[in-house]
């Protein structure tokens, strides 16, 4: 059973980066790869039952992310249908490279801060696909974006999925992972830029606008509003996370729905052709839904894995092989640009007891970092990482020779960094 689960992995996940070669959409890779892995753990195990019963436990946090991944790209698709991220892109005149990749990546590595990095990362790309026309610096761009959204999201409890986990577990504390992260989050981001900004130069080539007819053109209030509206909204999620307890993607739906109201009483008086594109309605069909069901797809390989105890196992073996704590979580954030840092994190935490390891030691404070900055080395390691290549459509093994080696220095110098920096204060 271990043999073919693997086996069908390793296929579905040629199948997903040799996209271009076979003709074969990424999401129909996925979704196979997904599906076959549970038939196989199914066929080998007696108890049916068990599997459908970790099945559904798994589907509802694939589906929680899912909802979470429609709503931000709703909300974004709702703010860029009214024009809101004009306002934004008509106040950044900067038009030469280097400097336009430090401010993008600034903006992204804090942004991600405050909300997480997959809403950040479908807010940025939106933002670069109307500041940039030319195609092959855009992607320059986005994949900056991947890593400054990863790197960003790594310090603080509600910037990534994986750090969440573990403020949740009680394995950190908000002040803690934030006042030893920020240092090497940053490292992790600067490095890269660093080494990017020595190969990018001149100037932008603009995107041109788009004519808009002048009966769909919104006032430039009405497009504050909606942007300010929009921003509120994905702000919102965290907060609502904190004192209602109920998962991010309750938030999202909340968001949502407030969304589509203002949309509906906006345009309660408009023309049918109008109000068929301004709302909720007309929007929806905006979405990428085939990025949509490649992240399903990616998912149920990862939980098949994960329920039949390879995940754990690999973890264990790492344990026994290497045994330096350092080596092993570094080990652990090189895997998640392969694997989904997810179940990484969780085996780790199944792994290694409060007990053994208290809050916010070393162990754990580590994890965070690796296991978000990791996720950059490659396109498919980070849900930044996928959804960036959903929406813009970024080939993996352009990914590959372009920007994996700028997240691997960035990675190894921001856990340099914080593995010098305990050693000096602690």
Known sequence: MVTTIVIVFVLGYLAITLENEIKVNKAAAALVTGVICWVAYIMATPDKHLVNDQLLIHLADISSILFFLIGAMAIVEVVDTHDGFDLITDYIQ?????????????????????????????VMV?????????????????????????????????????????WIGGQISTVSIMTQLIVPSLISLVIPLIALSFYLKGNIEKREAPVVDKKLRLSRRKRTFMLTAGVLALISVPVFKLYTHLPPFMGMMLGLGVMWVITELIHRNAEDVQKEKMTLVGILHKIDLSSILFFLGILLAVAAMEASEILPHAAQWLSDKIGDDSLIVMAIGLLSSIVDNVPLVAAAQGMYSITQYPMDSFLWTFLAFSAGTGGSILIIGSAAGVAAMGLEKVDFFWYVKKISWLALLGFFAGALSYMLIDHLMY
């Open 126 to 166: 939106s933002l670069l696909r109307k500041l940039i026309g030319n195609k092959e610096d855009r992607l320059y761009f986005v994949g900056m974006v991947v890593i400054a959204a990863n790197a960003g999201g790594a310090w603080t409890p509600i910037g990534d999925v994986t750090t969440t986990m573990l």
């Open 94 to 122: 900067q038009t030469k490279k280097r400097r336009l990749l430090w401010m993008i990546s600034f903006l992204t590595f804090f942004l991600s801060a405050i909300l997480d990095n997959l809403t950040t990362t479908i």
